[in-house]
């Protein structure tokens, strides 16, 4: 850092300083409530005195605040199109659930499309043994039977 220690030196004719730390202080003429007198303020001080004087800390504050509102009104968002979302499930024209290949599941079962005839096409799982229900189908190695109960 530049410095100069020659008496009756100008203010003005001083080098200026490469850097500064925050505890390093300046020398300079300072006039408060009336009197001018000759003190040292730290690096810190005076950042926080330009800070406040040219109104970044409401600048800040205000930031922060609207950042904590901003948060707030995304939470309420989020929860309100999720109960949304639970209210619609299960009822007319409501929302329905997909499976991990994007296709329409209801009630547990994949529905696959329809076919050119207008039958539903499904997947399951059948059993592998008669159930003994009536009317239930079920695998019995390459064929699907139909249980007569």
């Known amino acids: 850092m530049a410095t100069t220690n020659q008496p009756g030196q100008p203010i ?9 730390s925050p505890t390093d202080a300046l020398l300079g ?7 001018t007198g000759a003190n040292q303020v730290s690096i810190l001080v005076l ?6 004087a040219t109104g970044l800390d409401d600048a800040v504050e205000a930031a922060q605040t609207s950042a904590a509102s901003a948060a ?22 409501g929302v329905a659930a997909l499976s991990g290949n994007k296709r329409l599941v209801l009630g547990g079962v994949e529905v696959l499309g329809a076919s ?13 043994a008669d ?14 039977m139909i249980s007569a109960g």
């Open 12 to 20: 003005s004719g001083l080098p200026f300083a490469d850097s500064v």
């Open 29 to 35: 003429i300072i006039t408060k409530a009336g009197g």
């Open 47 to 52: 950042a926080q005195a330009i800070s406040a």
């Open 72 to 93: 707030a009104k995304a939470e309420a968002a989020g929860s309100a199109a999720s109960d949304a979302l639970l209210a619609s499930r299960g009822s007319a024209n």
């Open 116 to 128: 050119q005839d207008g039958h539903l096409l499904i997947t399951v799982d059948l059993p592998t």
């Open 131 to 144: 159930p003994e229900i009536s009317g239930a189908l079920w695998n019995n190695g390459q064929y699907v």
